[in-house]
């Protein structure tokens, strides 16, 4: 028997689901460096806004994954052992001040379930 549930909320804090109780993730995320999800991810951390500001595209890169970051933390808590999580990942490219630039977000993101243990 499989339950389905419907929550509808912030992913970085899914409190209603245990914790080892879920088998399968499928996601597709707001992609950092995409300009559509500037505001979204500068209202999470300001210092982001601060650095598309300034220019400083690495800065705000890096901030908007310590973002998606706690999401992914959420997501490794609610997975059970042996589950899957599949993440439709789509890299950015952007020129800030004049500099173009691949963004790649699948390389944090891969790194960052690397880190806690999975395989890809």
């Known amino acids: 028997m499989t339950i389905h549930q419907i929550i509808v909320g912030n992913s970085n804090n899914m409190h209603q ?7 399968l993730i499928v996601t597709s995320p707001p992609y950092p460096m995409i ?5 979204m991810f ?4 300001a210092d982001i806004f601060d650095a ?14 310590e973002v998606l970051n706690k ?3 959420e997501c490794d808590r609610v997975l059970s052992d042996n589950g899957f999580i599949c993440i439709n990942i789509g890299d950015a490219t952007r020129t800030i001040n004049g500099d173009f630039q691949l ?3 699948h390389t944090q993101i891969i790194n ?3 880190s806690r243990g999975y395989s890809v």
């Open 17 to 23: 689901i245990p914790s080892g109780s879920v088998q």
């Open 112 to 114: 960052f379930f690397l």
């Open 103 to 105: 963004y790649s977000n």
């Open 71 to 73: 999401t992914w933390s």
């Open 42 to 45: 500068s209202t999470q951390n």
């Open 35 to 39: 300009e559509m999800w500037d505001d």
């Open 52 to 65: 598309l500001t300034h220019n400083q595209g690495t800065t705000a890169f890096m901030k908007m994954h």
